[in-house]
C-alpha cells in the first residue's frame, strides 16, 4: 500500500503535525488496518475518504496511533527535582494566594499530572488545590476521557511506592481484573483539556505557566516542528519558569531559545530575563575552557588512532581484572570474521543487494538512520539480515535504530538474536545495557555495561554510563572513576575507532564530554 500509506501519512502530519514516515511507519499500517476491520471496509481509499471528511473518524485513527504505555512516578528523579528544588524557589517569590501553575503537555492517560499531585501532596498535604493549578492535555481525546476518570491498571503502577499506591488508591475488580481507582482529592486537583501542540495559538489558560512537562511527545514530531512547539512552550513560560523533557529528549533541545541548566545531577530548562548566551550558565567559565581544549584534540584534523594494544594476558588474569589493557575478544573475532569468505549455497540477494556490496548497503542505511530517515534504513537492515550479509551488523543497527526510536523491547529481541549470532558482540551487549538503564533498572544495566568492558575495556559509552549510574545512586568514587576514563578515551579518537560507528546517529560525542567534564569539576570540587 505504498501509494496509499504517503497519502495517508501526508494528511496526519497536515492535520496534527504527527509524523509517521519513519520508524512508525509498521505503527502507521496497524493502525489503518485495525481501524479498517473494525469499520468492515476492505479498501484503503474507501477509509480514507471516510477520515478525510469524517474529523471524528480521523481522531479515533490518531487515538489509536499515539496510544502510549505510561505508569506513575516515571523518571522519578526528575519528581524528586521538580517538588523539593523547583517548587520551594517559586513559590518563595510568589505573593499570597497565588498559584504555581503546572502544564503536562501530551499527558496520555493522565498518569503524569496525576504523579505530579501525589509527590505535591506528599510534600504539602490538603492544601495543594489552595496552592497549585496542574493541567495535563493531549491531542488525543480518547485518552483524556479515560485520564477524567482516574481509573488504573495494575500495570501503571511499576515505578511507584506500594504505600502511596495504598494510600492514594482504591482497589477494585473489574470484568475479573484488578483496577485501581484515584483517590477524589487527588483526582479533582488536575484539570485535562484535549489539544494538538501544534496549533497557531494556545488557550489563555495556558499562558503564564511556572513548569511544563514536556516528556516523551517530540519523537512524534520531525526537526522544524520540534522547534516550533519548543518555542511555543517557552513563550508561554514565566520568567523564573522551568520546562522538562525526559532524559533522552534534553540535550537535542538545547537550542537557545532557554538555558540548560543542571540541577542534583538532572539536565532542564530555565527561562531567565536574560537571553541564554548573555547568562553564566553551564559550564562554569574554567568548565568551557576544559572543553574547547578537549573539544579541540577530538576533532582536529584527522583524528589520532589509538596505540597498538599489547597482547593480552591469560584467561585467569583477566577473568581477574575486566578492564585489564589488551585486545578485545570482539577485535579477534571481528578480524577472524573479516578473514573468511562468504558461503556460496545462500540464497540469491535481492536486485539491489547484487549490485552493490553489504558493507556499501550498511553505510547506505547508516547514514539514513543519521538523516532520521528510520523506516528506509530498517527497510535495508532487513535485507541484509534476509539475505544473510553482515547479520551481526545489521542486527545491531536495527536494534540502535529501535532504540532511538524508542521500541525498547523490540530492540532487546534483535540484541538477543545478535548475541546468539555472536555472543561477545560489544554493540549488542551496550544496547541492553542502554536499554536497561531507560526502563530504570540500574542494576541490570550495570551488569551489563560491566559485560561490555569484559569484551573492549576502551568502550568509552560503557564507562560514561557505568558513571552516570554511579552519580545518580550517590556513589561519587566510582563514578568520578568512569567519568575520568570516559573523558580520557573520548580525546584518543572516534566512534569508529572503538567499532561503535552506527552510535554517532544516537549521541553526541560533544555531549557525553560536556557532562563528564562537568561531573569531573562538580565531583571534584566535593572533594571525591
Request: include cysteine; proline fraction near 4%; charge should be neutral.
Amino acid at each position: 500500500m505504498t501509494s496509499d500509506l504517503t497519502k495517508f501519512e501526508n494528511l496526519i502530519q497536515e492535520r496534527s503535525g504527527l509524523v509517521f514516515k519513519g520508524s512508525q511507519a509498521d505503527k502507521l499500517v496497524e493502525g489503518i488496518r485495525e481501524m479498517m476491520t473494525n469499520r468492515g471496509i476492505a479498501s484503503y481509499s474507501e477509509y480514507y475518504e471516510m477520515i478525510c471528511e469524517d474529523h471524528k473518524e480521523f481522531y479515533k485513527l490518531i487515538s489509536l496511533l499515539t496510544t502510549n504505555e505510561t505508569y506513575f512516578y516515571r523518571e522519578p528523579a526528575q519528581l524528586k527535582v521538580f517538588s523539593e528544588r523547583l517548587i520551594p524557589s517559586i513559590l518563595a517569590k510568589k505573593k499570597v494566594g497565588e498559584k504555581i501553575k503546572i502544564l503536562c503537555a501530551g499527558c496520555s492517560n493522565g498518569a503524569e499530572p496525576y504523579s505530579l499531585a501525589i509527590a505535591l501532596s506528599e510534600k504539602y498535604g490538603g492544601i495543594i488545590m489552595q496552592l497549585f493549578d496542574i493541567i495535563g492535555f493531549d491531542i488525543d481525546a480518547e485518552a483524556i476521557h479515560d485520564a477524567k476518570q482516574g481509573i488504573f491498571w495494575r500495570q501503571a503502577f511499576r515505578s511507584i511506592d506500594e504505600n502511596l499506591k495504598q494510600s492514594y488508591f482504591e482497589k477494585f475488580e473489574q470484568n475479573g481484573y484488578s483496577c485501581y481507582k484515584l483517590k477524589k482529592s487527588i483526582k479533582e486537583s488536575v484539570v485535562f483539556e484535549t489539544f494538538n501542540l501544534l496549533s497557531d495559538s494556545y488557550p489563555e489558560k495556558f499562558h503564564a505557566v511556572d513548569i511544563i512537562f514536556y516528556r516523551n511527545v517530540s519523537i512524534y514530531f520531525e526537526a522544524e516542528k520540534q522547534k516550533r512547539i519548543f518555542k511555543k512552550l517557552s513563550q508561554i513560560l514565566n520568567t523564573d519558569g522551568y520546562l522538562l523533557m525526559s532524559s533522552t529528549e534534553t540535550l537535542p533541545h538545547d537550542l537557545k531559545i532557554l538555558s540548560l541548566i543542571e540541577i542534583d545531577g538532572l539536565f532542564l530548562y530555565h527561562k531567565s530575563s536574560k537571553p541564554p548566551d548573555d547568562r553564566k550558565t553551564i559550564p562554569e567559565d574554567k568548565l568551557k575552557a576544559d572543553i574547547e581544549r578537549a573539544m579541540k584534540r577530538l576533532s582536529s584534523g584527522p583524528s589520532l588512532k589509538p596505540k597498538p594494544k599489547p597482547v593480552p594476558l591469560d584467561k585467569q588474569q583477566r577473568a581477574n581484572d575486566s578492564r585489564v589493557s589488551g585486545v578485545s575478544i570482539y577485535d579477534k573475532l571481528r578480524r577472524l570474521k573479516s578473514d573468511q569468505t562468504p558461503t556460496e549455497d545462500m540464497e540469491s540477494p535481492a536486485m539491489e543487494m547484487q549490485s552493490e556490496s553489504p558493507d556499501k548497503r550498511y553505510k547506505d542505511a547508516l547514514n539514513l538512520a543519521v538523516k532520521k530517515k528510520y523506516q528506509e534504513a530498517l527497510n535495508i537492515t532487513e535485507k541484509l539480515i534476509e539475505t544473510g550479509h553482515i547479520p551481526v551488523k545489521a542486527l545491531t543497527l536495527k536494534a540502535g535504530i529501535l532504540v532511538n526510536t524508542q521500541q525498547f523491547e523490540e530492540a532487546k529481541s534483535v540484541c538477543t538474536e545478535a548475541l546468539e549470532k555472536d555472543p561477545m558482540c560489544l554493540e549488542a551487549n551496550l544496547l541492553l545495557g542502554l536499554v536497561a538503564r531507560l526502563n530504570n533498572n540500574p542494576d541490570e544495566a550495570l551488569n551489563q555495561f560491566r559485560k561490555t568492558l569484559y569484551i573492549d575495556s576502551s568502550c568509552w559509552l560503557a564507562h560514561f554510563h557505568l558513571a552516570e549510574i554511579y552519580h545518580a545512586t550517590g556513589d561519587d568514587e566510582p563514578a568520578y572513576s568512569e567519568y575520568k576514563t570516559t573523558v580520557r578515551l573520548l580525546e584518543k579518537g572516534s566512534f569508529e575507532e572503538y567499532g561503535l560507528d552506527f552510535f554517532n546517529f544516537m549521541f553526541s560525542a560533544e555531549q557525553v564530554l560536556h557532562m563528564s567534564l562537568f561531573y569531573l569539576n562538580k565531583l571534584k570540587k566535593n572533594e571525591v
